[in-house]
């Protein structure tokens, strides 16, 4: 019984408190979208793909650029770190198999991306420049 609690108990610890690469490849549209704690719909139509060889692609247009990016990524712990120039940090405040809670911030303006796994890759065009820009 000592055996099989200590065990239980070393498993715990070594076990990741986030998600792994492997836990978040796949395609994931975004569902809903916060920009400063208010529902946004400038972001209807943004997509992030994550590969196990940790690249990522999206057309969440950071930049005043449009179109679809790729770049490499990382996880640690809570937090996903697109490996760009700049380097975007995006805080992991809940997953599942099928789910994805994102924040993050640009310009020092908060969002929040509700995200959900998809099969296909729909590639629609953002509305805007920038996510920053005005609604």
């Known amino acids: 019984m000592i055996l099989l609690c200590t065990l239980f108990l070393e498993r715990c610890k070594t076990e990741p408190k986030g998600p ?20 946004t719909g400038t972001l209807a139509g943004t997509y992030f793909v ?10 969440l247009p950071l930049t005043g650029e449009q179109g679809e990016w790729i770049t490499n990524f990382e996880i640690s712990a809570d937090t996903l ?15 599942s198999d099928s789910t994805l809670l994102l924040e993050f911030s640009v310009r020092g303006i908060p969002f929040k991306l509700a995200l959900q796994r998809t099969t296909t890759e729909k590639i629609y065009p953002v509305t805007t420049d920038t996510i920053i820009s005005n609604e």
């Open 20 to 39: 792994t690469i492997q836990n978040v490849q796949g395609i994931w549209e975004v569902v809903s979208a916060e920009r400063n704690s208010r529902p």
């Open 50 to 59: 994550f590969t196990e060889n940790g690249t990522m692609k999206s057309n």
């Open 81 to 95: 770190v697109q490996k760009s120039v700049p380097a975007e940090q995006y805080l992991i405040k809940s997953w």
